[in-house]
C-alpha cells in the first residue's frame, strides 16, 4: 500500500498543480509511469467497494484505451459497478471522461465506452452513445457513411448483454440507415449471436449474404457456427459446416476447430468421442495444445473418469506438450474431491515448481484431505509453501492450520 499512498499524495499534489498551473502542467514530471499508475488503481479496485472511490481511483489513474492494462482496469471497474447495481455511475463516468478529456474524444474511445455498457448489460446506453457519436461527428451534414467499428462495437456489446434479438435489429436497421458496409467482423458477431442465441441456422442466410457481398469467410465464422450446431445436438449440420468450410473455402481451421470440436462434445459429456478426435488430430501431424488437453481432462474429470484424465495428463507431459494452468487447477480440484489425494498432491507440487498454483478453494480442499488422511506432514509443508508465495492469505492459512485434523 506505500506504493498507493504516495501515489494518492502526487495524484492530489498533482490535480492541485494543474489547476494552478492553467492546464499548463507536463505530466511526463509525474514520478509514476502510467503503467505503475493502472497497477496501484488495479489493485485497489479489487478490494474498493465504495462506487464514488471507484471512479477516484479510475480518475488519478487517468486511464487510455490505448494500454491493455488500461482496458483490463476500465473493465473490472465497469463490473463492479454493474454487479453492485450502480448503473448510474458507470453513465456519469464513461460521459465524463468523453466530454472533459479531449484525448478520449476519439472512434476508438466510443467504440471502447460502447463495449463496456454491454459488459454491464446497459444496451440502451449503447445504443444511444452509437446514434450520439454519429449524428455530433456530422455537425449538420448528411452521414455519408457511419463507423464499420462503432457499429461492430455495439453488436458485441449487444451479444455481451445476450441481447440477442437487439443483434439482429441493429444489423438490419442501422446498416441501412447510417450506410455501413458490414465487414467481417460485423458478420461474424452477428453470426455469434445466432450460435449462442440456439439458431445457428440463421448463419446460412448470413453466409450467403457474405458471397453476395465479397467477404470471404474466416476460421472463426465457421468456429461460431460449429459450436451452435454442437450445443443444438445438430450433428449432421456440423459435418455439413466442416465440408463447406474445407471444400468451398479451402480453409483448414487447423488445432482452433479441433478444440472447439473437443469443447463442445466434452460439455455435451460426450468426452470418449472427443478423445478419439485428439487421436484423429494427431494421426494426421497435427499438434494438441495445452488447450486441447485441458478441455479433455476436464471433460473426464466432470464425468468422474478421474483415471483417463490422469492418463491424459501422463501423454500430453510425454508428448512434450506443456500443461497451462487450467490442466493443474482442473486435475487438483476433481483428484481432491474424488479422495485420491496422493495424485491431486503429487501434480499439485509440479504446477507450484512452475508457478501455477491452484486456487485457494482446491487447495485447502487438498490440504483438509491430506491430513484427514494420515499426511498431515504434507499438509503442513504446501500450507507453509503457500504462506511463503502468498503472503496475503496468510491468515486463511492458519485458520485452515488450526482446524487440521491433528
Known amino acids: 500500500m506505500a506504493l498507493f499512498a504516495r501515489f494518492r499524495l502526487q495524484s492530489l499534489h498533482l490535480r492541485h498543480h494543474y489547476h494552478h498551473q492553467h492546464h499548463h502542467f507536463n505530466f511526463s514530471t509525474f514520478p509514476l509511469s502510467s503503467t505503475s499508475k493502472t497497477r496501484a488503481a488495479l489493485s485497489l479496485l479489487k478490494t474498493e467497494t ?9 480518475r488519478s489513474a487517468s486511464l487510455t484505451p490505448e ?43 466510443a467504440a471502447h465506452s ?36 462503432i457499429l461492430n462495437s455495439l ?31 460485423t458478420y461474424n458477431t452477428v453470426i455469434q449471436a445466432f450460435s449462442e442465441s440456439g439458431s445457428s441456422s440463421s448463419g446460412y442466410s448470413i453466409l450467403n449474404e457474405m458471397d453476395k457481398k465479397g467477404v470471404k469467410p ?30 468451398d473455402y479451402g480453409i483448414n481451421g487447423g488445432i482452433s476447430i479441433y478444440n472447439i470440436r473437443i469443447l463442445s462434445l466434452c460439455k455435451l459429456k460426450r468426452s470418449k468421442e472427443a478423445e478419439a478426435l485428439l487421436e484423429g488430430c494427431i494421426s494426421r501431424r497435427m499438434k494438441p495444445n495445452a488447450v486441447t488437453y485441458s478441455y479433455l481432462i476436464h471433460g473426464f474429470c466432470k464425468e468422474g473418469d478421474l483415471e483417463e484424465a490422469k492418463r491424459l495428463f501422463k501423454s500430453m507431459v510425454n508428448r512434450g506438450c506443456k500443461p497451462n494452468y487450467d490442466c493443474y487447477a482442473t486435475l487438483v480440484h476433481y483428484l481432491s474431491k474424488g479422495g485420491d489425494f496422493e495424485s491431486a498432491y503429487r501434480v499439485c507440487k509440479e504446477g507450484i515448481g512452475k508457478k501455477l498454483v491452484p486456487n485457494f478453494s482446491s487447495m485447502k480442499m487438498l490440504v483438509n484431505g491430506l491430513a484427514s488422511s494420515g499426511n498431515l506432514e504434507k ?26 485434523s491433528q
Not at 476500465?74 to 463492479?80: N, R
Not at 449503447?126 to 467499428?149: C, M, P, T, W
Open 50 to 58: 465504495n462506487p464514488e472511490k471507484i471512479l477516484e481511483i479510475c
Open 379 to 404: 499438509a503442513k509443508e504446501l500450507i507453509g509453501e503457500m504462506k511463503e508465495r502468498f503472503s496475503k492469505n496468510v491468515e486463511l492459512w492458519d485458520e485452515v492450520e488450526a482446524g487440521l
Open 218 to 247: 474466416n476460421s472463426t465464422t465457421f468456429g461460431y457456427l460449429i459450436t451452435g450446431f454442437y450445443n443444438e445436438q445438430k450433428y449432421d449440420d456440423v459435418g455439413k459446416v466442416l465440408k463447406m468450410m474445407k471444400e
Open 67 to 109: 494500454a491493455h492494462i488500461d482496458r483490463i482496469t476500465f473493465s473490472v471497474a465497469i463490473d463492479k459497478l454493474a454487479k453492485s447495481n450502480n448503473f448510474s455511475y458507470i453513465d456519469e463516468f464513461l460521459t465524463e471522461l468523453r466530454t472533459s478529456r479531449p484525448d478520449l474524444r476519439t472512434e476508438r474511445f
Open 114 to 149: 460502447i463495449v463496456l455498457f454491454g459488459q454491464a448489460g446497459m444496451v440502451d446506453h449503447a445504443i444511444r452513445l452509437f446514434k450520439e457519436y454519429h449524428e455530433e461527428n456530422q455537425k449538420d451534414a448528411v452521414l455519408s457513411s457511419g463507423s464499420v467499428k
Open 155 to 185: 453488436l458485441f456489446s449487444c451479444v455481451a448483454a445476450r441481447k440477442y434479438d437487439e443483434v439482429k435489429r441493429v444489423f438490419v436497421d442501422f446498416t441501412k440507415s447510417y450506410k455501413i458496409e458490414p465487414n467481417l467482423d
